[in-house]
């Protein structure tokens, strides 16, 4: 009997070590954090699996996962045998205890005694049972949670990565306006040293320069705004040195738009939807939680007691095995139960409205996301094709001033023009990408 119970307490506690073991190993590998290099080159893709890998906000979301599956063990585990093991040594310090029969007192000595005790107990109820359910439900909120940061992250850092290209393409076509421009000014103010033009047509080609200079530079600390906004999704300091390795026309394909316009709408993939229906099927489970109050508990328990005695005397009063069987049933608790369930039965009622008050509004999102994406995608081919002309106008503009052909008021009507397309074409570029980004993320594509 003894060799049996040292068998069943070495195995529980084995596989409640594994278990703690494999609990704390997950723990240690979301805190591993890998070296980051001064200098990384990213394409979109490699930049939303990097921020994916690094960021800290994700890894908290991954260990609430891991937290989860853990409460469950906890839930599992009150079900299952719980172990304990005792051991008491009592020193009487020579008192011997009197026992009177028949008129005669008979001494009996009390001698030092150490007890060595094991104890396993189980209980089960219906309460129980349904938690583990709700565990495995809250596993999947958590999961759906991690997967909804996932792609909010990446969604993010493709607008982010886009951004930081259509500056510095905006910056591009300001240096090459301004190296066009300084060209005039020098040319103009050659025609004033030579006398065969006005000083008043040099200075507003020098305000022109200057102008373009001050776009310049604030497009230069957009960037840097942007690649610090980029580097904090990616979580890399802020001296790594970014290369973006990809250009805009390969990451915005008019093929992808129309192929995203044509998807059909399965809410079922839709991770909102997804985390109300199990929020509701959680509320259901709840009123079968507080059901169960009803219902029985049976327990199990195993005691086993060995009494050594060091001396003469001593009497053993104590079996050395018991077992106990007991089945406890509520019977009245003043309509607390009763109150429970109705509660519970509300609750689910309230998540059933929020998850068809979801389905509705998650349809008339989708048409509005859609006609958002339409709408942005015509927006930018328009200023695309403007930005374009815009681009013609001022040079053709540039060429007629080199030869008079051209008044100085135009060349600087061209040059605001070009400077105003080129502002709207970023604006166009970046809503574009919001809205075919929330489309995909909406879509869980």
């Known amino acids: 009997m003894k060799k049996s119970v040292l068998i069943l307490v070495t195995l529980l506690l084995s596989v409640s070590m594994q278990a703690e073991d494999s609990v704390l190993a997950a723990a240690r590998d979301g805190e591993e954090r890998t070296d980051v290099p001064a200098q990384l080159e990213l394409s979109l893709q490699q930049a939303q699996d990097y921020a994916i890998k690094q960021n800290r906000t994700l890894k908290n979301a991954s260990l609430a996962v891991q937290e989860a599956y853990a409460q469950r063990w906890q839930t599992i585990a009150a079900m299952l045998p719980n172990v304990d093991g005792s051991y008491s ?17 008979i001494d009996i000595n009390m001698p030092n005694v150490g007890a060595l005790g094991v104890t396993a107990s189980i209980g089960l109820n219906g309460q129980g049972i349904v938690g583990v359910l709700l565990n495995n439900i809250a596993i999947e909120m958590k999961k759906i949670a991690l997967e909804q940061s996932e792609v909010e992250l990446r969604s993010s850092v493709k607008s982010s990565y886009v951004s930081v290209l259509a500056l510095q393409s905006i910056s591009n076509l300001l240096d090459s306006s301004l190296i066009n421009i300084q060209n005039l000014e020098q040319i103009t103010q050659n025609s004033v040293t030579a006398g065969v033009a006005e000083q008043t047509a040099a200075d507003q080609i020098r305000v022109r320069v200057n102008t373009l200079k001050n776009n310049i530079n604030t497009q230069k600390r957009n960037i840097e705004l942007a690649t610090n906004s980029l580097k904090v999704l990616l979580d890399v300091p802020a001296e790594t040195e970014l290369t973006l390795t990809e250009q805009i026309d390969e990451i915005l394909s008019p093929e992808r738009v129309l192929t995203l316009l044509g998807e059909d709408f399965d809410i079922h993939n839709n991770l909102t939807y997804q985390q109300v229906a199990k929020s509701t099927e959680l509320a259901r489970r709840n009123v ?9 508990t049976v327990s199990l328990g195993y005691n086993y007691t060995n009494q050594q005695y060091y001396g ?10 018991v077992v106990q069987v007991s089945v406890r049933m509520p019977l ?19 998540a059933k409205n929020t998850l068809s008050e979801t389905t509705d509004n998650l349809a008339i999102q989708y048409r509005q996301l859609r006609f958002n994406l339409t709408n942005a995608y015509e ?19 540039t060429e007629k001033f080199k030869w008079g052909a051209a008044s100085n008021l135009e060349l600087t009507n061209a040059s605001n023009d070009l ?4 502002s709207t074409y970023v ?11 929330s489309l995909e993320e909406f879509l869980n594509k």
């Open 89 to 105: 040594y009592s020193n009487y310090l020579g008192y011997s205890a009197t026992l009177s029969m028949g008129g005669n007192n």
């Open 288 to 296: 079968h939680m507080a059901g169960w109050a009803y219902g029985p």
């Open 312 to 321: 003469e005397g001593g009497m053993r009063m104590t079996p050395p095995n």
């Open 332 to 350: 009245w608790s003043s309509g607390k139960r009763a109150a429970g369930v109705i509660e519970k039965k509300i609750a689910y009622e309230e």
């Open 379 to 397: 927006t930018y081919t328009n200023e695309k094709d403007n930005i374009e002309v815009a681009q013609r106008v001022f040079k053709s503009a």
């Open 419 to 422: 400077i105003n397309a080129q």
């Open 427 to 437: 604006n166009a570029l970046l809503t574009l990408i919001n809205a075919q980004s």
